[in-house]
């Protein structure tokens, strides 16, 4: 019992560490892509998880076996609303990290968001925000998007960060200041073709045991005591038991990041009718989509009508934007 013939590699990745529940409903996003172009831009917006659907396709990837065949992409549709910028933050960085300047706000403020916090308008908030200017870091558009405005039923808004790209502070700030208290589209940000990431929190599955958990193989029936749980802890001696060993705990409700999902449609279904992208009766646990909505390739973390956060792409990024030839879209 003690002893094995063979070796084997490790069960379960390490690099998911640790595997507890997520803190909020809501994903953060640590990390943005670094632009430094002549024209600023937000990097990123949200969205909410619809479901899934089919989209058949022509494959446009040069030097690969299927290119210009058909291809039938699984697909997952993303309701986005507009955002509504509120306000600016200016981030100052020292030897500890970044922290906040200022915050300035819009005058003219949804009434939802006194659901969330409540704003304290300051005198010349944006005449000393200007003059910090020269020690800003980074400048951060302070985004709301409210659940509410495509049917949920949540009427608090969701606020957080969004980065936002140019040449210099000024140049950010100055943009931020021209798009203060409107909203912002996704197809202002995003264009057709691209790639995103999307972050989100996955769908929870309870506590489980290392088995389905960790992929550990399974005992022998005749084994003493269990088959389910693990051969070994560790050695007699140090007396303790090691992280990397798989033991039984959370799985799903994690955070996490899907790199390089192509947007295959991007409409709005006042546009292009209601019903061309709504299933009969609509989509399961989420109903009809109304308003803007975008189509990526392939799966996105969580469940329907959870909040879901695209940044432009950190990894890979293409040198040339290719709008999707979409031939049907498979609305089951």
């Known amino acids: 019992m003690g002893h094995r013939k063979y070796s084997a590699p490790r069960r379960g990745s390490i690099a998911f560490r640790p595997r507890a529940r997520a803190k909020s409903l809501e994903a953060r996003v640590r990390t943005w892509p670094q632009l430094t172009g002549e024209k600023s831009s937000l990097l990123g917006l949200a969205g909410f998880k619809v479901g899934g659907i089919h989209v058949l396709t022509i494959d446009d990837r040069e030097k690969t076996p299927n290119f210009g065949k058909q291809l039938l992409n699984a697909a997952t549709v993303i309701a986005t609303p507009p955002v509504k910028i509120i306000g600016i933050r200016g981030y100052k960085k020292d030897l500890y990290g970044e922290h906040a300047m200022f915050d300035v706000y819009a005058k003219d403020l949804p009434k939802e968001l006194s659901r ?15 003059s910090m200017l020269g020690n800003a870091s980074s400048i951060m558009a302070i985004a709301a998007v409210s659940p509410h405005s495509i049917g949920l039923s949540q009427k608090t808004p969701f606020v957080f960060e969004v980065l936002v790209s140019g040449k210099d502070a000024k140049a950010r700030y100055d943009y ?11 197809s202002e940000t995003f264009q057709l073709g691209q790639n995103v990431d999307v972050s ?4 929870g599955k309870g506590i489980e045991g290392p088995v389905t958990r960790f992929g550990v193989k399974r005992k022998q029936h005749k084994s003493r005591k269990s088959v389910r749980a693990v051969g ?5 001696s140090p007396a303790v038991v090691m992280y990397t060993v798989a033991r039984q705990g959370q799985r799903g409700f994690h955070q996490r990041t899907e790199y390089n999902k192509r947007i295959l449609i991007m409409s709005s279904t006042e546009k292009d009718g209601q019903n061309s992208i709504n299933p009969s009766g609509g989509f399961k646990h989420f109903g009809l989509v109304s308003g803007d909505y975008m189509v990526v390739r392939g799966s996105v973390p969580g469940v329907a009508k959870r909040l879901v956060k695209m940044r432009l792409p950190i990894r890979n990024v293409p040198k040339k934007v290719l709008e999707p030839k979409v031939l049907e879209v498979v609305v089951e």
């Open 176 to 186: 931020l200041r021209t798009i203060l208290g409107r909203e912002v589209k996704a």
């Open 116 to 130: 969330k916090f409540e704003v304290k308008h300051v005198e010349d908030a944006f005449a000393k925000a200007e």
């Open 200 to 203: 989100g929190i996955t769908r």
């Open 232 to 236: 070994t802890l560790g050695p007699i």
